[in-house]
């Protein structure tokens, strides 16, 4: 009662009278007068409630001096009172400093200055003190009104979500009130848990299963969608199983269907392929340990069978009570699985990782699985030791003799009813549709039942009797049953052999029948007595019932009836549910095969592309060579022709300049005549140039561009023998190796334009002389007087022009001349790799190619060397998977057999 009054400041009335209607400073100012009057006064106590009506009236600082003066047993509540009129006044530091200097035993005292200073730094924003003092409260005080609802507040408000859940389990733990494991799982549902660690909630869920066992079971689905997502989940799988397994777990009322349930899922998902099998190994049995325990009676077969096929391909990691524990239940549980479709699903989830490493289906075996899963129609092999009885009864059992005669004693014949005729060859990793006439002419010797053949045929005992005649090699052909016929044998629902009367069933058959008999002991054997000599008295042979065959139509129908009835009544579901599991089984074991000869392939195409970038390398440095020597042929033969024709050139113009001294004569204009014969000259240069050397020349470029043509033709067979080469190497026509030819248009149309006309430009031959130069130099006189004898004009021409060096005109004329064509010269090399450019590109797009291959494969290769792991693991989950569905259906079929017995 006074903490209360402490706590509200309201001490101070229970110093006045109930009935004393003054005001209380006047009342306890008389009691402090009286006090004083006292031989020992001691006026603490007035002096407290003195302050408190002080601090009510907001006088804070008379209140304070008041408490300053307090100096008995109410001195710590005076000093948090002091502090409390500092806080008023917002004097932050004073208070913060008497709060704290306060030494006292009291719980409510250290409670509410906890309290106060929690207050203090919230209103100073000071959120990380304002944390501790909570924190200390709860942990001081945790019945203390309010405080663990205002530590909550706080908590979520500052968004501190680990203090919030932290404070929800230590309060739920403590007090076992179950709004704390509410208020947990709506912490862990908004994703506030993502962060810690699993065996943070162990005590919390201990408390919530023994008080309620939907909110633990409620509380732990919560915390496994939380951890799901995150990387963390193995963690949370790992440790929640372990506290699981040392949990004390008695038989209860309640059923944990929806944990089951994800326990269910989680299983599912990490039998998926996603995981190695040392990751499951480590992870699987706790699990498979833990489920057990909580799983109901409907689907208690399933963690029980799982943890059979677990021990069967990972051995020594159950404990002897746990295989006791599941064996109990596996043989006392009720079997609510469809193994069937489960199957399926596990067929479809093989079928997809095959298809996504690049591995081949077994074509035959998917064939021989659909048929096993085809319950409306029994499926009845036929087998014999003679391929002659065996023909001659199928031809007459199904007449269909031109269908049943061949040559494929090695083969399997599977005959089923159809509207119209289809057949399907199926090899292991090969389908093809035949025609009637392919079939009939194929041969088939090798390796007994390795190929089988769907013949679909509008036969009518096949529809009526619901039937599908397997038709299967001589058992003579092989020294044992091979995998392939076994196989072959597995889909059977009955087996007739077929023994022809007049040979009968020596010793050494009489063992291979005895052989299937132990290898098969579930399929249903008759022996079909064929011949007109047959004995009907004899009713059983080997333990198998004889049936007489005398090629008759009422044998015929009577035979396929007694099947049919036979099937109809002992009509064996969970047998082709085994079938069809063995059938998956032999598919995991051929990936398995695959991945051998998968590195054996590895390391030969690594090898043959190696050899391909060899010899790419090589052609390439072939074609470089090639077109180097091209360049040099027809750029050497290009400039033969220039410099034959510019020889004819430099010779035959001074010839014609010479000659041009015939045409001067005394009635010459002397004083114009180098003029005349300048321009005479150059129209004969002009003229020679046209019609005799350009003609010349044109012709032996002619020439050039059919020797051009020919090496370029012959560089284009070397080219394409090269294609035709590695396409051999490659498989098919991978290389096209083109040229372009049109560079032979360009150089043509080139020449065409530059051949149609020379464009001559008159040169300077006699103008840098005058007249009376000539004179000059054909007198070896100084001019100085008129001279009127025109002989000696003609004749110092005449000597001028025959002796005169045309040389350097010539050399011009000729320079000018070849001008045009230089250019057709030094493109030569340009246009000769232009036309092998394209070439050129996809021998190097080859080299680069296979150069990518060459990596890709060596990485492939290190990667199945180095992690075997990560091919090999998903095949044994698929087979633990596959391992459980047997497990499953043999309990299945053993409860039925039970039930009909």
């Not at 924003?125 to 530590?151: C, F, G, H, R, S």
Request: hydrophobic fraction near 40%; charge should be negative.
């Amino acid at each position: 009662m006074l903490e209360k009054q402490f706590i509200t400041k309201t001490y101070y009335r229970s110093l006045i009278h109930e009935n004393d209607s003054r005001h209380p400073i006047e009342i306890l100012g008389e009691l402090f007068a009286e006090e004083e009057q006292k031989e020992f006064p001691d006026a603490s106590e007035i002096r407290f409630a003195q302050g408190e009506v002080y601090f009510h009236n907001k006088d804070y600082e008379a209140a304070i001096f008041k408490w300053e003066n307090v100096h008995n047993e109410l001195e710590p509540w005076a000093k948090k009172n002091i502090a409390d009129a500092y806080l008023e006044l917002a004097i932050y530091p004073e208070a913060e400093s008497i709060y704290q200097s306060i030494n006292t035993e009291s719980l409510t005292l250290r409670t509410e200055v906890l309290l106060q200073l929690f207050s203090l730094y919230i209103q100073q924003e000071k959120y990380q003190n304002a944390n501790q003092m909570i924190k200390k409260m709860v942990k001081l005080n945790p019945d203390y009104p309010n405080v663990t609802k205002l530590a909550r507040s706080f908590f979520e408000k500052q968004e501190d979500w680990q203090s919030a859940m932290e404070l929800a389990i230590q309060e739920g733990v403590r007090t076992e009130n179950l709004s704390w494991f509410e208020l947990l799982k709506s912490y862990i549902k908004n994703g506030h848990a993502k962060q810690q660690l699993p065996n943070f909630f162990f005590d919390a869920l201990t408390v919530a299963r023994k008080n309620a066992p939907d909110l633990f079971e409620q509380l732990v689905i919560a915390l496994w969608n939380n951890y799901e997502t995150e990387q963390e989940f193995f963690q949370w799988l790992k440790a929640f199983n372990t506290y699981l397994k040392n949990l004390g777990w008695e038989e209860e009322d309640y059923s944990y269907n929806f944990l089951s349930k994800k326990y269910k899922e989680t299983y599912d998902e990490l039998m998926g392929g996603s995981y190695s099998l040392k990751q499951l190994t480590d992870m699987i049995p706790d699990l498979l340990n833990a489920w057990i325990k909580i799983v109901g009676k409907e689907e208690e077969v399933l963690p029980s069978s799982a943890i059979f096929a677990w021990n069967e391909i990972v051995p020594d990691r159950f404990q002897a009570d746990a295989l006791k524990i599941a064996e109990k239940i596996l043989f006392n549980a009720e079997v609510n699985v469809d193994v069937l479709e489960k199957s399926k699903d596990l067929n479809i989830v093989i079928d997809n990782w095959t298809d996504k490493h690049n591995l081949d289906h077994n074509i035959r075996i998917q064939a021989l699985s659909r048929q096993s899963l085809d319950f409306h129609h029994q499926l009845t092999g036929v087998i014999s030791f003679n391929h002659d009885t065996k023909t001659g009864f199928l031809n007459h059992f199904l007449q269909e003799e031109m269908v049943v005669r061949n040559n494929r004693e090695g083969a399997v014949s599977i005959y089923k009813y159809s509207d119209e005729m289809k057949i399907i060859q199926y090899r292991d990793y090969q389908e093809q549709e035949l025609s009637l006439d392919q079939y009939m002419a194929s041969m088939e010797r090798g390796k007994p039942a390795k190929i089988c053949y769907e013949v679909n045929v509008p036969n009518q005992l096949l529809e009526r009797n619901q039937l599908v005649i397997v038709e299967l090699p001589e058992l003579n052909r092989a020294s044992g049953l091979t995998d392939a016929f076994i196989e072959t044998m597995q889909i059977l629902d009955s087996l007739l052999v077929v023994v022809d009367v007049n040979q009968g069933l020596p010793e050494s058959r009489q063992k291979w029948i005895e052989m299937i008999q132990q290898q098969f002991p579930q399929l249903k054997t008759y022996f079909i007595q064929v011949g007109t000599d047959a004995n009907e008295e004899t009713k059983s042979y080997l333990g198998a019932e004889v049936f007489v065959y005398d090629y008759t139509i009422e044998h015929r129908e009577k035979l396929a009836d007694f099947l049919t009835t036979d099937w109809q009544q002992n009509k064996l579901v969970h047998q082709r549910m085994k079938k069809y599991l063995f059938l998956i089984q032999k598919k995991i074991r051929n990936l398995f095969d695959q991945r051998m000869k998968m590195k054996s392939q590895l390391e030969e195409t690594i090898q043959s592309k190696q050899d391909l970038a060899r010899k790419v390398n090589g052609a390439i440095n072939q074609l470089e060579d090639l077109i180097i020597e091209k360049i040099n042929m027809i750029r050497k033969s290009f400039i033969l022709a220039n410099e034959e024709t510019r020889k004819e050139l430099v010779n035959d113009i001074p010839v014609i300049l010479k000659a041009t001294a015939k045409t001067i004569t005394k009635k010459r204009d002397f004083q114009r005549i180098h003029i005349e014969l300048n321009d005479e000259m150059n129209k004969k240069i002009e003229t020679y140039l046209n019609e005799e050397c350009m003609p010349k020349f044109l012709s032996r470029i002619r020439d050039w561009l059919v020797l051009c043509e020919t090496e370029l033709k012959d560089g284009k067979t070397f080219l394409d023998e090269i294609a035709e080469g590695f396409n051999s190497l490659i498989g098919f026509d991978r290389l096209q190796l083109p040229c372009d030819f049109m560079i032979l248009e360009d150089w043509e149309r080139d020449i065409d334009r530059l051949t149609s006309g020379v464009n001559y430009e008159p040169v300077n031959i006699l103008l840098r002389y005058t007249p009376r130069q000539v004179l000059l130099k054909s007198a070896g006189k100084v001019f100085g007087k008129i001279i009127q004898n025109k002989e000696m004009f003609v004749n110092g021409f005449k000597q001028l022009i025959e002796t005169g060096n045309y040389g350097p005109i010539v050399e011009t004329i000729a320079d000018r001349f070849f001008t045009p064509f230089h250019l057709i010269e030094q493109g030569i090399e340009r246009d000769l790799r232009l036309f092998f450019k394209n070439a050129f590109e996809e021998l190097k797009g080859l080299a680069e190619e296979t150069d990518k291959e060459i990596n890709e494969k060596t990485m492939e290769l290190v990667e199945m060397k180095e992690n075997p792991e990560a091919f090999r693991d998903p095949l044994k989950i698929f087979e633990i998977t596959r391992l459980q569905y047997k497990y499953i259906l043999e309990i299945d079929e053993m409860a039925y057999s039970q039930v009909n017995s």
